[in-house]
C-alpha cells in the first residue's frame, strides 16, 4: 500500500517538474509566457495541490466502512443514515469509522471512489443507488460491497442469483410495492382515469419501475403515457406537458427526478395535478402521495448484513439478496392544501419544510403552519 502510494506521489512530481520544464523552456524562447505558458504553470500547480478522492484508512483497529453515494436526495440520505446508526449500534462508536463520498450522478467517479476505497485499506463498501452498484462492482472484484435503493440486482447485472450472489455483492432490495402505487394511482384520479410517468430514462431501476407499472396499469385497462427527464430543462418541460394532458403523474424511484423535486413542486403548485410519487421523501419535497418502502430501516437492514459480512464471517457471495415488505401510504399536507385535495383511510402526513411551501392565508387572516400540516 505504502509503495503504491508512494509511486504515485513520485509520478505526480515527475509529471508536474515537466511540465514546469517546459514553461521555463518557452520563457526562455520567447521573453514572455504566452498563454499555453501561463496554462502549463497552472496545470502544474493544480496536480501538485490536488487532494485525493478517498482518505487513507488508519490501521486503528477499527472497521472504516466507505459510503458511496451515486447522487445525493432524500431516500438516499435517510438509508445512509439508518446504516450508518443501525452499524454504530451494532459494532460500538469506538469500532467504526466512516467516510462518506457523494459522486454526483457521475458514474466514472463512482468507479474511482470504490477503486480508491478498496486500495486505501478499507474493509467493506456501502454503496448506496444501482449505478453506485454496478460501477463500484466493475472496478472491485474483491472488496465486500453491501447495496443498497437498488430495486433489482439480477436486472442490474451486479449478481448472478438472489438467493447465492456469487461474487462480492450483495444487498437489500427497495423495490416499492408498485401494484398498491397503482391502486393509488386508480383511488385519487377523477374518472376517467389516466396518467402520465416520468423517469429519467437513463436508470436501471427507475426503468424496471416503469415497465412493472405500465403492466398492471395496462391490466387495469388504464391509459398511460411515458416521458423521459434526463436533465433539469427536460424535466420542467416534461412536468408541464404532462400536467396539461394528463390529471395524474406517476414518478418512480429515479436518482436525478428524486434530486430536482423542486421542479416538480412547483408544476404541482402551480397546476395542481395530482403526483404519486415511488417512495415517501420524494412525496416530501413535492409530490402529493405515495406507498413507499422505510429508507432509514431499510438502510438499518442493509447494515445487519455488513455486520454478518464483518463480524460473523459470512460469506458474502453466499448471502443472499433482501426485500423490504414493510409498507406505509403517506400524503403531503402542504400539497394538499395548496391543490385542495384531502386525505383519506390511513395516510399518514409527511413532515414538510415551511421555506419549501409558503403558508396560505386563512380566510380569518391566520396562516397555516408546519405544525397544523403534520396533525
Known amino acids: 500500500m505504502k509503495k503504491t502510494v508512494t509511486g504515485i506521489m513520485m509520478t505526480v512530481v515527475l509529471l508536474a517538474m515537466t511540465l514546469l520544464s517546459l514553461t ?14 501561463d496554462s502549463a504553470t497552472q496545470t502544474a500547480e493544480e496536480i501538485l495541490t490536488e487532494e485525493p478522492l478517498v482518505t487513507e484508512a488508519e490501521d486503528d483497529g477499527k472497521y472504516h466502512i466507505g459510503i458511496l453515494t451515486y447522487r445525493n436526495h432524500g431516500a438516499a440520505e435517510e438509508t445512509v443514515k439508518g446504516f450508518k446508526e443501525e452499524m454504530i449500534s451494532l459494532l460500538g462508536s469506538d469500532k467504526v469509522e466512516f467516510e462518506e463520498i457523494d459522486a454526483e450522478g457521475d458514474t466514472q467517479k463512482c468507479a474511482d471512489i470504490a477503486t480508491g476505497f478498496a486500495n486505501s485499506g478499507y474493509q467493506l463498501i456501502f454503496a448506496c443507488g444501482t449505478e453506485a452498484v454496478q460501477n463500484a462492482g466493475a472496478a472491485v472484484k474483491e472488496t465486500p460491497i453491501i447495496g443498497g435503493c437498488v430495486s433489482d440486482y439480477l436486472l442490474s ?4 442469483s438472489l438467493d447465492a450472489p456469487g461474487g462480492n455483492i450483495t444487498g437489500v432490495s427497495s423495490m416499492g410495492p408498485i401494484d398498491e402505487q397503482m391502486n393509488l394511482v386508480e383511488q385519487i384520479t377523477p374518472w376517467p ?7 429519467s430514462g437513463i436508470e436501471t431501476g427507475s426503468r424496471f419501475e416503469m415497465d412493472v407499472a405500465t ?12 416521458y423521459n427527464a434526463a436533465t433539469e430543462e427536460d424535466l420542467r418541460s416534461r412536468m408541464k406537458e404532462a400536467a396539461e394532458e394528463y390529471p395524474c403523474i406517476y414518478l418512480p424511484t429515479d436518482n436525478f427526478i428524486a434530486s430536482h423535486m423542486d421542479i416538480v413542486r412547483d408544476v404541482v403548485l402551480e397546476t395542481g395535478v395530482l403526483v404519486v410519487t415511488g417512495d415517501y421523501q420524494m412525496c416530501a419535497d413535492g409530490g402529493l402521495c405515495c406507498c413507499s418502502i422505510d429508507y432509514y430501516e431499510h438502510g438499518r437492514k442493509a ?4 455486520y454478518a459480512v464483518l463480524e460473523q464471517d459470512e460469506e458474502i457471495s453466499r448471502l443472499s439478496i433482501q426485500e423490504e415488505t414493510e409498507t406505509q401510504l403517506f400524503y403531503n399536507p402542504a400539497v394538499a392544501e395548496r391543490i385542495g385535495w384531502y386525505s383519506y383511510g390511513n395516510m399518514a402526513p ?16 391566520d396562516t397555516q403552519t408546519e405544525e397544523s400540516w403534520e396533525q
Open 24 to 37: 521555463a523552456c518557452n520563457l526562455k524562447a520567447g521573453g514572455k509566457s504566452d498563454a499555453s505558458g
Open 157 to 160: 447485472g451486479v449478481v448472478s
Open 193 to 199: 382515469v389516466s396518467v402520465a410517468i416520468i423517469t
Open 215 to 226: 403492466q398492471v396499469l395496462d391490466e387495469k385497462e388504464i391509459p398511460w403515457k411515458s
Open 303 to 306: 447494515a445487519g448484513m455488513a
Open 350 to 365: 409527511l413532515t414538510v419544510s415551511e421555506e419549501d411551501y409558503p403558508a396560505l392565508d386563512q380566510e380569518d387572516g
